[in-house]
């Protein structure tokens, strides 16, 4: 298995509050990724990174900010939660562009 | 704008028969798709994949088939097994962009698997 840990893993949180999702990987690929998944809508891409420092937005981007000050840390911040937010919410890694992207475990996240 | 798309929610088959997969897109620019297989609690595995320079791939009980002018893959597993039983999702990505692609991944709603014994 790809060396990818997500932490939380289940996080309950109220509206209006900040919240950072962390992902921590150990294989050094250059590209990382967050996505979220709800039911009828597969999984969306949120941010991603192509390099430390690099990130750019994806399909369902407002709401969210992202962070990716060294290779092996991507963070995922809600800065005012809401309760459209409350999702399952996944990272990613590839080694380049067109390559195979491997997932983390995902964090259960509950906005009340 | 649903570009990748699932149209089976769900699909019941029983152990040691073929359970085949459906999957349509519609961006003519995505030239690489894969499958991932995805267990309750669990992130997605990836499963199998295929460039558009093929028309089948085959791993195992796992071969995809892609139908390009249709803009339509199908994944077929033979024979099926209990342990097959989870959410299959297709996802699609237009690498041939190179860096402007950053290999982003669309998917598909996904697809419960039942392999009943």
């Known amino acids: 298995d790809a060396g990818i840990t997500q932490s939380p893993r289940h996080k309950v949180t109220e509206t209006g509050t900040p919240v950072t999702l962390r992902c921590h990987q150990t294989?050094?690929?250059?590209?990382m990724y967050w996505y979220r998944q709800d039911p009828g809508h597969g999984l969306r891409l949120i941010h991603y990174s192509y390099g430390v420092k690099d990130t750019d937005k994806g399909e369902v981007s407002d709401g969210y900010s992202v962070s990716r000050s060294k290779t092996e840390d991507f963070l995922l911040t809600l800065e005012s939660a809401t309760s459209s937010q409350t999702s399952v919410y996944f990272c990613?890694?590839?080694?380049?562009?067109?390559?195979?992207?491997?997932f983390g475990p995902g964090t259960r996240l509950l906005v009340l | 704008d649903q570009q990748v798309k699932q149209n089976s929610p769900s699909l019941s088959v029983q152990e040691g028969r073929i359970s085949i997969l459906n999957c349509d897109y519609t961006n003519s620019m995505f030239d690489y798709f894969l499958w991932y297989k995805k267990y309750p609690a669990e992130g997605p595995t990836f499963l199998i994949s295929?460039?558009?320079?093929?028309d089948k791939n085959e791993d195992g009980r796992f071969t995809v088939f892609l139908n390009k002018s249709a803009k339509h893959l199908s994944l077929h597993i033979v024979p099926s097994q209990p342990g097959d039983s989870a959410v299959y999702f297709c996802a699609a990505s237009a690498i041939s962009l190179g860096g402007t692609s950053y290999g982003k991944l669309t998917f598909g709603q996904g697809t419960i698997l039942t392999v009943h014994p």
């Open positions: 295929i460039s558009s320079i093929k």
């Open positions: 990613a890694i590839s080694g380049g562009g067109g390559e195979t992207q491997y």
């Open positions: 294989e050094n690929h250059r590209y």
